[in-house]
């Protein structure tokens, strides 16, 4: 089964502080992706990446910055954080190469962040 | 724009009662298509998938779903819910050519035992 982690399921942090959060997958997939979730909006899109150090702007990237260094791990950067920041924070992963189950992405659990 | 869109915020059924939840999708080109489900407290799992072929497909706890080209629609239907299928539902469509999904705003299903 793929396996999707992210560091934390609860985050305190206060206005002004920089914020990694980190996700690691076990399945080799090229693609990754950061979304926020929050009520009545959804999951929106803040960045995903398709390859090692490599990163594409989503839907609403701004106040964030993202670092894939190594293949498994995608890190999502908050450098200020701000309390219109507070959210459940997602990651997912998917492949494309044929017979992976193209571009069904997995979830992991989630990272709720609260800015005060 | 491409959208996927969800005509349902909330909807609140009984125990035994059909399910039909909406998902209409605004692009064209090759259409891939999710249907999504996050239980209370849970990880988001797929439900359910159409790529091509037969347009109605079949997914995990009874679920089905029917792409209907002509109406640009995706609608997920169960005939019988149950009091466990409460969580919220995400219809999801691919874009892009990195395997963007774009997700519908969810629909949160309650269901009374």
């Known amino acids: 089964d793929v396996k999707v982690t992210q560091s934390s399921r609860y985050l305190v942090k206060r206005t002004g502080e920089k914020v990694f959060l980190e996700c690691v997958q076990d399945?080799?997939?090229?693609?990754m992706f950061w979304y926020r979730q929050d009520p009545g909006l959804g999951l929106r899109l803040i960045y995903f990446s398709y390859d090692v150090k490599m990163k594409e702007k989503g839907d609403i990237p701004e106040g964030y910055s993202v670092s894939r260094e190594k293949k498994e791990r995608f890190s999502l950067i908050l450098e200020s954080a701000s309390t219109n920041q507070t959210s459940m924070y997602l990651c997912?992963?998917?492949?494309?190469?044929?017979?992976?189950?193209?571009?069904?992405?997995?979830f992991g659990p989630g990272t709720r962040l609260t800015v005060t | 724009a491409q959208s996927v869109s969800q005509h349902n915020h909330h909807v609140i059924l009984s125990e035994a009662a059909s399910l039909e939840l909406g998902c209409n999708y605004s692009?064209?080109?090759?259409?891939?298509l999710f249907w999504y489900v996050q239980y209370p407290g849970q990880h988001l799992q797929l439900l359910l998938k159409?790529?091509?072929?037969?347009?109605l497909v079949k997914g995990i706890k009874g679920f089905e779903a029917e792409f209907i080209k002509s109406k640009f629609s995706f609608n997920l239907r169960k005939p019988s819910v149950q009091w466990s299928d409460t969580a919220e539902y995400f219809c999801?469509?691919?874009?892009?050519?990195?395997?963007?999904?774009?997700f519908g705003k969810g629909t949160k299903l309650s269901v009374k035992p």
């Open positions: 159409y790529f091509s072929g037969d347009p």
């Open positions: 997912a992963s998917s492949s494309e190469r044929p017979g992976r189950r193209v571009y069904e992405q997995y």
């Open positions: 692009y064209g080109g090759t259409v891939n």
């Open positions: 999801a469509g691919k874009v892009g050519s990195q395997g963007n999904l774009i």
């Open positions: 399945m080799d997939h090229e693609n």
